[in-house]
């Protein structure tokens, strides 16, 4: 279980990104996470896995204080959390099978690193999970000859490969078209279900929000302004996540 | 109104700013003493001419001449008329010359026949003071052309030389012989042409290999998120020259270990064939692929031991290694002949080795007990109460910074050789541990330091600074420590390269997309990890352009750093211009224009076919 309590990031120019937020998410719960841009959505998920420092506030994993981790700890809790994210991320040079084993560097002892060796069977294992992407034939080309949603499902894959208990989604399908958002959207879903990964996940679009997600939180200004069911967030509500000008669309 | 007041006053500004820039200009003219009347000068105009046409006729092909000689006797000014009647009859068996008339007063112009020379052929013809007919000394260059039967007439003014004894007049008719030939310039270009290239392919494989470590120092995007407690700092401070005297030890230790066993090639072979597999073996037990859950401290320090162990078979196997190639260096410098720059090679490799590996070695352990200690700093500020690091941090910074600066005393020492060791020892120490324990009191005890960003700005100084010495003074320095010869700018162009690579390099470290380096890191992988898998891919491209370009800018440069001794083709061209030889030193620069274009020419294909 994923325990947020009253967490605070301030940047270093005052800019107050998250206001005392909390809240908890069960094991295997998909968890939506709404809010205008600069809401504070990224900042929160980048504290969950700690790519931002928190000012205040504690993050427990499982009853393990996420925000006083020694680095050494920190790489150990990481290799648990797969990240998504919105440009995808991936290494561009780099070909496909790479920027999917990446996702075991967590694991494999930095030494071997410096000579770009990955055990056999994590190659076996990388194969396996691009083809439940559906992208197996793609493993030896440049990252960035692939179409958006293909780069996304490799992110999906090197996020697989760290044996995630969580995923960390930060607007995944925001670059995408519709069709593509919905694969996108499908294969976390999957992930959630079968496998039981428990699912963080920024989104734009309610209609994703609706379809995809258990529960939702939604940020306005760095607070917490809504946590409940999707099928609770009436006009009223829309108004208050997303200001008073707001029009629903999608 | 108001605009118009604006408009005035813009046309003032105007006015003013012109007559600024033409003021800037005049007395930059009188700076560098703009002299055009000096160039109107005719005898300027007469040099100008010479060394341009010489510059037109670079030295390379010149034909093989033979010549045809008489040397005439004629008196300046006349004798008696029994000495003038004793001269002998010419020789018309061979060239003679027939003066009329037989003798004159100096000044007096004299008509000059040739007979029997080479036909359609030339040469000077010119007056032999003294009484020696094959004298080395000549006066005057009269160009004498014969005819299609072996014959000329010219006019030659005799010169101020009056004398009793008879002088002579010699007339050298030339001709060519065959196809034109390479110039003795042609073939010295050459050696010192393709001296030149490898002087700079060296310069540059040294300056990029150690660029790139530099270069991720030198970039602030690695550099600023790297933070560390102070007790950290301090041990990791201590840690270094601990690490370096034990490395060297260890090192050298190896190397006596090694030379009794050095000079038989069989042991050699054994040696590096047994090292690589024990180490093989060590890594493979002592770094396992992948670890689940953290070893227990007692299997970490028997894997440390078992590295260690295995770091020292590796440097026994080093020095054997450089013995099997100085030995076999010398071997085959003998048995091959031709070839024996092969030889020589392997030879050189083999000492290389064997003189960086102590100082290699030393670094590296300096390196590693740093780092270590720094590690065991680090988990130390985060376990411990804050209470307990507050006074481990009084205990250590003081002794870090008193490490710190009376390093720094001991080279002012070295460098200055003040031999008062209150300002160059003591001094420093107490400064030293003061600002230690200022930092102590000062600071929070469990607070982070940026670590990354101090380095940074270090490394950056140092850069610039020793960027901003041109190469060609660093190849002084160098041929005073290593003599005149090629060597001296290898290593001159070699530092020049690393500082400005370093810097250029860096600066595209700095340019990479960070996207991909926060979701590598957020797989769990530590610092080096990100580089490899994150920012190594990104920076290949322009790494390799840059590296195209310094090696182009090397060539260039190490045409010119012979100027001061550092070999390659700049000591010839230099020596004929001060020779004022412009023929041959034409025949030089002609060789760097087409070093250099071609070079252009191949980096770019090169660039266009990698990048």
């Known amino acids: 279980m994923l325990q947020v309590i009253n967490l605070t990031k301030i940047y270093d120019g005052g800019v107050r990104a998250l206001d005392r937020v909390s809240f908890e998410v069960p094991d295997g719960q998909f968890l939506a996470v709404i809010g205008l841009s600069g809401s504070g959505k990224s900042t929160l998920l980048r504290c969950i896995n700690r790519l931002v420092e928190p000012t205040e506030g504690q993050i427990l994993w499982n009853g393990e204080d996420i925000t006083a981790a020694t680095p050494e700890e920190m790489r150990r809790i990481r290799r648990r959390f797969g990240m998504v994210f919105q440009h995808f991320n991936l290494v561009n040079r780099s070909p496909v099978l790479t920027n999917v084993l990446a996702g075991r560097l967590g694991y494999v002892n930095p030494a071997w690193s410096l000579l770009n060796r990955f055990p056999g069977h994590d190659v076996e294992k990388a194969m396996r999970q691009l083809e439940r992407v559906g992208i197996a034939d793609k493993a030896h080309q440049r990252a960035d000859e692939l179409s958006g949603g293909q780069q996304q499902r490799v992110g999906i894959a090197r996020a697989l490969m760290q044996d995630p208990e969580m995923i960390l989604a930060d607007e995944p399908v925001a670059s995408l078209d519709p069709v593509l958002a919905h694969s996108i959207m499908k294969h976390l879903e999957e992930i959630n279900q079968q496998d039981g990964v428990t699912v963080l996940c920024s989104l734009h679009f309610l209609d994703l929000v609706h379809r995809y997600a258990d529960q939702v939180i939604a940020l306005n200004e760095g607070q917490l302004v809504y946590e409940g069911l999707p099928a609770q967030i009436d006009d009223q509500k829309f108004k208050d996540i997303y200001g008073r000008d707001a029009e629903r669309v999608g | ?611």
């Open chain 2, 1 to 611: 109104m108001k605009a118009n007041k604006t408009s005035i006053w813009k046309s003032v500004k105007a006015g003013l700013g012109t007559v600024l820039v033409l003021v800037v200009f005049a007395y930059g003219f009188q700076i560098t003493k703009v002299n055009l009347t000096e160039l109107r000068s005719e005898q300027r105009q007469v040099s100008l001419q010479r060394v341009i046409r010489a510059l037109a006729r670079p030295d390379i092909f010149a034909y093989q001449q033979e010549e045809l000689v008489s040397n005439t006797p004629i008196y300046l000014p006349c004798p008696g008329p029994d000495l003038l009647a004793a001269l002998p009859a010419p020789d018309t068996s061979g060239p003679f010359l027939v003066i009329s008339p037989a003798c004159a007063e100096p000044g007096d112009t004299v008509e000059v026949r040739g007979f029997n020379f080479y036909p359609n052929a030339e040469g000077p013809l010119r007056f032999i003071p003294g009484p020696d007919p094959v004298s080395p000394v000549a006066l005057g260059n009269v160009i004498a052309a014969t005819d299609g039967e072996g014959q000329f007439t010219a006019s030659l003014t005799l010169p101020e030389r009056p004398s009793s004894e008879v002088q002579h007049v010699r007339a050298t008719i030339r001709r060519n012989i065959g196809l034109p030939q390479l110039t003795e310039t042609a073939h010295s270009t050459w050696e010192k042409i393709v001296e030149t290239v490898f002087l700079a392919l060296l310069a540059t494989t040294i300056g990029t290999i150690l660029a790139i470590p530099l270069s991720f120092v030198a970039a602030r995007n690695l550099m600023v998120g790297v933070r560390s407690p102070l007790a950290s700092i301090s041990l990791s401070i201590l840690g270094w020259p601990i690490g370096v005297l034990l490395g060297y030890l260890a090192v050298d230790a190896m190397a006596r270990l090694s030379a009794p066993l050095a000079s038989s090639i069989p042991t050699n072979l054994a040696a590096i064939v047994i090292a690589p597999f024990v180490i093989w073996l060590a890594m493979r037990w002592a770094l396992p692929q992948e670890e689940l859950v953290a070893p227990r401290p007692l299997v970490r320090l028997a894997r440390g031991l078992v590295l260690i162990l295995s770091v020292l078979v590796g440097l026994f196997g080093l020095f054997q290694l450089a013995a099997l190639a100085m030995n076999l260096g010398s071997r085959l410098d003998d048995a091959l002949g031709n070839f024996g720059f092969l030889g020589g090679f392997l030879f050189q490799v083999g000492e290389i080795l064997r003189i960086t590996t102590p100082a290699l070695g030393a670094l590296a352990a300096g390196a590693t007990v740093g780092s270590m200690l720094g590690r065991i700093g680090q988990r130390a500020a985060e376990r411990m109460s804050a209470r307990w690091v507050r006074l481990l941090n009084f205990l250590l910074a003081p002794a870090a910074g008193a490490t710190v600066l009376g390093l720094l005393g001991l080279l002012v020492e070295v460098l200055y050789q003040v031999g008062r060791p209150v300002y160059t020892l003591w001094i420093p120490v107490l400064v030293g541990s003061a600002v230690g324990l200022a930092l102590a009191a000062f600071t929070r005890p469990k607070d982070t330091l940026p670590t990354g960003l101090v380095i940074y700005s270090i490394t950056r100084t140092i850069l610039n600074a020793t960027r901003s010495v041109e190469a060609l003074v660093m190849a002084i320095v160098f041929v005073i420590a290593v003599g005149i010869g090629p060597f001296a700018g290898v290593l001159a162009l070699g530092l020049h390269t690393i500082v400005s690579l370093a810097k250029l390099y860096s600066e595209q470290v700095e340019s990479i997309l960070p996207g991909p380096m926060e979701a590598v890191e957020a797989t769990g992988a530590n610092r080096l990890q990100t580089i490899i898998y994150a920012v190594v891919p990104q920076i290949i491209p322009p790494y390799i352009s840059y590296t195209m370009y310094r090696w182009d800018i090397n060539v260039r440069m190490s045409t010119i750093i012979g100027f001061v001794g550092g070999g390659g083709i700049g000591f010839l061209l230099q020596q004929n211009i001060n020779l004022l030889n412009y023929r041959a030193a034409a025949a030089q620069m002609l060789a760097i224009a087409v070093v250099v274009a071609a070079m252009d020419y191949v980096s770019s294909v090169l660039r266009q076919k990698v990048v």
